[in-house]
Each structure stands twice: as C-alpha cells, then as structure tokens.
C-alpha cells in the first residue's frame, strides 16, 4: 500500500498566483486533515474532511479553500498565493480516533 | 480540547531505555491518548495510542496512570534514529475531533 501521497513534494510559486495540492489516500479512510508547519513550529490544522462530499475549516483556514470530492483524494487550494503560505504542508488520514493518523511526506512551497 | 504538557527537552544515551512523561490533568473519559513523532524533515509518525490500560507495539510501550491525567511513551532501546520531537496529543472520539498539535518534546540521543 502506499499510503498517504502528496503531490507535488517541491514547489516555487509567485506572489499572487493559484496552486492546488493533492492528497490521496489508499486506505479507505473517511477522515482527511490538511496542515502546515512552519520553521521550529507545530503542525496547524487548515481544513479537515470527516467523509467524502464534507468540509470544515480548523486552526488556520483563511487563505486556503479545499474539496473531497472523492473518498480517496483531499485537495487544498490557494486561490492568490502570499509570502505567509511558505511552509511544508502535510496530508493526513484517519478512520477515526480509535485509530492512528497516517500522514503524507509533506509538500514545501515556497511563495516569493 | 483537552490539553497536554510535556518538557521542552529531554537527551538519553544510545540503547538505554527512555521514558517521556505527558500531563493531561483534564482529561476526558472519551479522551484517547495519542503518540506521534516527527523526524527531521520528515512527515509526522504515528508511534501508539491507548485509553486506560498500558500498551505494547513493535515500537513503543505506553503506561497510563490510574487516573489517566498523566502517561509515559517508553522507548526500550533508544537508537540514533528515535532522534525526533515526540508530540502527546488528546484525541476525542467525536466524529469532528481532530488531531491538535502542540510543540513536542525534543528527544536528543547520544552515541
């Protein structure tokens, strides 16, 4: 199994312009969690999706839009990218909080 | 949310046991105990979770204390690679919780 991949793993965006970042998760969970980690920090959560077709906001949404549209992928969108979303982004997957989360490798991007 | 305490810090040496303490003194009863640590530059590693009683996997133990206000991850052979920050997070069953993050404890091992 692969587990939680993300894609892509490296990216350089400019002020102002749109990305999308995609996970995908082949173990059959139903709740998928976007966070960000900045340098010397913890893990924030941006959005989260506890099924397919459901959204909600966590810790740090604003800047950020996201959709589950099936099961197995959870996408965040930067709609107008800023220097303050430089960070390492990290996908996660659960089927619920009997279980463990399973996280991706994470995504660095950098916005200048 | 319930939440946790942990040192900043902790160092060990290598193949010596190594116990890392976490306060949760409120606690809910539908409060799981969760463990993750991260390398660096690596993603976030799920290492063990527990409710009540102790529990043993490939990686780790977790003893949990009677009145589950406080646990301990026990590494039973620290290696140069348990190097990492340690997270102890409270994860509620209900069908929003989620996984919150604080700053960890940084386990240093030396050779």
């Known amino acids: 199994n692969a587990g939680v991949t993300q894609t892509p793993k490296f990216r350089v965006l400019k002020t102002g312009q749109s990305m999308t970042l995609l996970c995908a998760q082949d173990?059959?969970?139903?709740?998928m969690y976007w966070y960000r980690q900045d340098p010397g920090m913890g893990l924030r959560l941006i959005h989260y999706?506890?099924?397919?077709?459901?959204?909600a906001k966590g810790e740090v949404p604003d800047g950020y839009n996201v959709s589950r549209l099936k099961k197995q992928n959870f996408l965040l969108g930067l709609e107008s990218a800023a220097p303050s979303q430089t960070s390492v982004y990290f996908c996660?997957?659960?089927?619920?909080?009997?279980?463990?989360?399973?996280f991706g490798s994470g995504t660095r991007l950098t916005v200048v | 949310d319930a939440k946790t305490t942990q040192p900043n810090s902790m160092e060990s040496n290598e193949e010596e046991p190594v116990h890392l303490p976490c306060n949760h003194s409120t606690i809910s009863g539908t409060d799981y105990i969760h463990w993750y640590r991260q390398l660096p530059s690596q993603g976030p590693e799920y290492v063990i979770h527990?409710?009540?009683s102790n529990v043993n996997n490939r990686m780790a133990s977790l003893a949990i204390a009677e009145d589950r206000k406080s646990s301990t991850l026990i590494l039973h052979r620290a290696t140069l690679r348990d190097a990492a920050v340690y997270y102890c997070i409270l994860l509620n069953t209900g069908a929003n919780s989620k996984l919150t993050f604080g700053k960890g404890i940084t386990l240093s091992v030396r050779p």
């Open positions: 999706s506890v099924g397919e077709g459901t959204t």
């Open positions: 996660a997957s659960s089927k619920g909080a009997y279980y463990g989360y399973t």
């Open positions: 527990g409710l009540t």
């Open positions: 173990m059959n969970h139903e709740y």
